[in-house]
């Protein structure tokens, strides 16, 4: 992508005021997205991104510089810049470049770049039929596509030299139904960190039906009870809930400035002890999967809770000089734009005893909500909010009536203490997480998991 | 190379390939960011990044592409990209090449100033913040968000119908995040702020307001979960219409994705209510000439005393309603495909001022924040809930900081249930839509608020 000397030159160049690390990524993707809107394409945009980020630590101080001038003068102008940020007389030397050869744990069968776009379009198309078809009330359906190719060389002043081909696939499928003047909407959006035989072996049916189930089921949500339930929340995109409440908390970047309120507490009992809580980036062809981070080191699997204890947090390079701690592997950016940090890959709730049977059976007056949407957290204060895409009342340890705009919202270390049953269903689901590195693909997983006690939102006073 | 020499060359490489029209679309933009933590420099970082679009008549259809990377070698894959993505379209109403508008409005957005002031004056105004908000009171225990960005950004428009428009324009914004503790409990309070004169900044002020802010949030309480009157302060006024400011494309509503459909003349509001896009609006952020297909920008009333008059089009909208382009073409940067988005929009100012509002609420909650704003709305009936902090209003008089609460109700019914518009604008950018969103504090008559 780069030649070394070029590497080597530009490397040498950030070091030469007295930084103490330098870095540099070198990013090609490769991206499409495709959009069919009533069973028509209506958009293709196919595009390729090429910048270099150039990074340097002394101490506890970090620099960045970016650029699309990826010739040799443009970066040696942008190193230099970033360097002037930093005045020290201890300069150090650079170890020499090793080049580290990987063995990808996410096999990609079909390139996407390979494919011609007509097969795509075919697939979306099937995908808006079964959507379409599933009901009558079923009024409008978009499918929007998306592949890339994501190429990176990360070379630092360690001697690191490494290279990575990262290949996404993803599908979302929109449902609009409509009734009187009532319209509910419902989604799907199923990713992989895989190329285009994800698409060709996805279970279409599946996703297409759900998608629209969820929007004709809504049509006859009453608005959700506000107050105070036990909630049962299902597995699978469900797992959102500890992403915010949790997850966001244990990333080194509000850990090491002492802006969580899990900072300092390895060891100590932060959740009920049915939760063990992992954070796992070498699942295979996850979507939130890696081979390395965005800082050249490999992926792994970190248990981040252990049975209600605290054992570990995400961390990043530099975050991990503030704390003490090396690297989890965690260090991720959306692209060049944004220097690397502790982020999330594939996070999970693991899996318990109960049967999601039992856990229903088991709760006489609450809130069951089967597809989570959105949320976002205050990683200061532990205060979280998500919305909730589809729900029912639970009532006598049955299911009944399907419930619409419900919000839960709570503190994320007090809901981790009243989880008081999971059960054995675990699943992921596929999302893109936005914070200080930009938006990033992960999954969220857990299986069905009831809360004791939680604040819900809706429109309806109780 | 420069941009001319590759448009030539892109151009008449393409006639051989076989486009009809094309246009050539670029951004240049420079960065510098900064933060600081407990008083050192934590994150610095300067950028040069420069993109291109093409989009090119294949067949009577509208190829797209895009690169980063300015040499000849990239124009095959525009140009092939291009290609395959018309091929593959199958809609109806086409995009087309502007030939170019009459008139474009002359304006500068660019302050020399700004882009000359000095990195140590940057640094420095952030060492002061931080400085001023220890001082202001001990409960203080840091910043959890203390940052700068100063941002510039070229665009160019080229195409064969012989639109040439280029313009500068730049702006800073400035983020910060107090963070005070009492005993056990942790508040924090935020803000984030732009502008095109550093010297505008009152530092020592937004200081000690954030401060105060993060203390009066101590010791809440929880009031009845009910239905309210709720005093959306401006940020939160301005961020809720943010969220919901895609209902004002054409585009949604061609699509049936918004209920402002069908509803041109009609009442959509109280008749206090006028909201205006102003493209050459002084400060604002997203001020421009041109959009993203060379339309002339205007600045126009999309709801006048609360009858909605116009929604938001590029050209294809427009020609399907068989109106001219209202010049709101829009990119997402030189990415992605061309879609719609307001420019500097904001609510006009009434003539209430925000301790006025308070002053004659009998009973009521103020909201100061809003969280969720991605995930808590339905863009298609307008329903929303979020999470919201604030505090109650009895007899005129703020009375306690309230535990987390959602607010919930639905756009539509707001618009017609506000109650009071302030004389307070703020804008702001977000994450939830394109746009510089304005907006007054606003007292709405009802919304529901469930109490943690």
Known sequence: ?462 | MNIKEFKQALFADGVEAGFSEMELYYEREETFHCELFEGDIDEYSTSEVFGISFRGLYEGKMGTSFTEKLALDSIPFLLESAKENALILDEEEKEQIFEGSPHYGEANFYSQDLAEVPIPQMIQLLKDIERYAREEDPKVTGLDALGLTNTETERALYNTKGVERIEKHNYMELMLSVVIKEGDVIKNAGITKYTKDIQSFDVKKIAAELVQEALEQLGPKGIESKSYPVLLRRDTASALLHTFSPVFSAEKAQKGQSLLKDQLGKEVAVSQLTIVDDPFLSDGVLSRTFDHEGVATNRIEIVKDGVICTLLHNQKTAEKAGIKSTGHGYKDSYKGSLSISPTNMYVKPGTHSFEGIISQLKEGVLITELAGLHSGANQVSGDFSFAANGFYIKDGKILTAVNQMTIAGNFYSLLKGIEMIGKDVEFALSYTAPGYIGSPSLLINSLDVTVE
């Open chain 1, 1 to 462: 992508m780069l030649a070394k000397s070029v590497i080597e030159e530009v490397l040498d160049a950030a070091l030469q005021t007295g930084g103490d690390f330098s870095e540099v990524f070198v990013e090609d993707r490769y991206v499409n997205h495709l959009s069919l809107q009533a069973g028509k394409v209506d958009s293709s945009v196919t595009g390729r991104d090429f910048g270099v980020g150039i990074r340097i630590f002394k101490g506890l101080q970090s620099v960045y510089a970016y650029t699309t001038d990826a010739s040799r003068d443009g970066l040696l102008k942008a190193a230099k810049k970033a360097a002037e940020a930093i005045q020290s007389n201890q300069v150090i030397s650079r170890l020499p470049l090793q080049k580290e050869v990987i063995s990808s744990l996410h096999p990609i069968e079909i390139s996407p770049k390979e494919v011609e776009k007509l097969r795509k379009v075919n697939v979306m198309k099937k995908a808006y039929e079964i959507a379409k078809n599933y009901h009558s009330s079923v009024q409008q359906v978009t499918v929007r596509y998306m592949d890339e190719e994501q190429n990176v060389l990360i070379a630092n002043s360690e001697g690191k030299f490494i290279e990575d081909r990262r290949v996404r696939s993803r599908m979302a499928i929109q449902s609009i139904a409509a009734r009187g003047g009532q319209m509910e909407s419902g989604y799907y959006a199923p990713a992989a960190h895989q190329g285009f035989e994800f698409m060709e072996n996805m279970n279409l049916e599946h996703y297409s039906n759900e998608a629209s189930r969820i929007a004709v089921t809504m049509l006859d949500a009453t608005p959700c009870p506000s107050g105070k339930f036990p909630v049962i929340i299902d597995n699978e995109f469900g797992g959102v809930i500890f992403h915010e409440a949790c997850g966001h908390g244990l990333e080194a970047t509000a850990v090491a400035k002492n802006n969580s309120v899990f900072a300092n507490r390895i060891g100590e009992k932060v959740a009920s002890e049915l939760v063990t809580y992992i954070d796992d980036g070498t699942l295979k062809n996850d979507w939130g999967s890696i081979n390395i981070d965005d800082e050249g080191e490999l992926a792994r699997k970190n248990t981040l809770i252990k049975n209600g204890i605290l054992t570990g947090y995400l961390i990043d390079k530099f975050n991990g000089r503030r704390m003490n701690m090396p690297s989890t592997g965690s260090g991720r950016r959306e692209n060049y734009r944004f220097a690397p940090t502790s982020r999330m890959t594939n996070t999970y709730i693991a899996p318990g005893k109960s049967t999601p049977e039992e856990i229903i059976a088991n709760t006489e007056n609450g809130i069951y909500t089967k597809y989570m949407g959105g949320g976002s957290v205050n990683p200061t204060t532990g205060d979280y909010n998500f919305a909730v895409m589809e729900a029912y009342l639970v009532k006598n340890g049955k299911l009944t009536t399907p419930l619409k705009g419900a919000t839960l919202i709570g503190n994320g270390p007090k809901t981790l203490q009243l989880v008081d049953m999971v059960g054995n269903n675990l699943a992921h689901g596929a999302g893109l997480c936005g914070s200080s590195s930009g938006s990033i693909p992960v999954n969220v997983g857990q299986p069905m998991v009831r809360i004791s006690e939680m604040t819900v939102g809706g429109r309806k006073g109780e």
